[in-house]
């Protein structure tokens, strides 16, 4: 069983008042709607949404060798690779009140509807904090060079989940008309339901939201 998109959640949760007073809705809670909503997403795009699946046998009594064998058969693999080469970009949209932006450009496999995760991917080229608490590595050019993603503000309240598989160039400071000419291999799982997202982003440091500037 797979999703090929990001499902709609809707839900309704309402806690019992005491006698005369009137039910409150969750859902009235400034910003409680969009929290739940978005983890359930996240949850489930992290378990049943392609190339994620589950397998469910519909038929019992089989061995184990013939589970083993359906499971095999069933399992997502890749179809092939795609080769991305990042050249440079041009008249950038400066997202700095103070200064000029810093450019990098982020790009993964997604679904054609709702862009992957890529925002707040460390440069490749600077060494990670000694507080950073997590990281995720991807394999990203034909030299499997390693690149380590912030996942945790320095208060530790702040967390994004990064796409798989997610790559990113490296930062040109100061610059709205960068040149990076980078090359990445992405592993493809599907031609029909996967699509190639390349976004550019404002590289604003480990602790802080990276704005976006432009998607492709």
């Not at 997403?41 to 060798?65: C, E, G, M, Q, Y």
């Not at 450009?105 to 507080?131: C, E």
């Not at 380590?148 to 930062?171: E, H, N």
């Not at 040149?179 to 031609?191: K, N, P």
Request: glycine share 6%.
């Amino acid at each position: 069983v797979t999703l090929t998109e990001d499902p709609t959640v809707t839900y309704k949760v309402a806690v019992k008042a005491a006698p005369g007073m009137p039910k409150l809705s969750l859902n009235s809670i400034p910003g409680l709607k969009a929290a739940i909503s978005n983890a359930v997403v996240h949850a489930l795009r992290d378990t049943v949404v392609f190339p994620k699946s589950i397998n469910v046998h519909l038929a019992k009594f089989h061995t184990p060798r013939v589970k083993r064998a359906v499971e095999e058969a069933l399992r997502i693999s890749p179809v092939g690779r795609l080769i991305v080469t990042i050249k440079r970009a041009h008249g950038l949209k400066n997202a700095d009140l103070i200064g000029t932006s810093d450019p990098y450009v982020g790009v993964a496999l997604g679904s054609r509807k709702v862009p992957p995760q890529m925002a707040g991917m460390r440069d490749p080229a600077k060494k990670p904090p000694a507080d950073v608490s997590g990281s995720f590595l991807s394999r990203a050019t034909a030299s499997s060079r390693k690149h380590t993603f912030k996942t945790k503000s320095q208060s530790g309240s702040f967390r994004k989940r990064l796409a798989k598989g997610a790559v990113r160039t490296k930062t040109v400071s100061n610059d709205l008309n960068p040149t990076f000419d980078e090359t990445f291999v992405l592993d493809v799982m599907s031609t029909e339901l996967q699509c190639v997202w390349i976004r550019v982003f404002d590289d604003d440091g480990d602790y802080n939201a990276h704005d976006l500037m432009g998607t492709v």
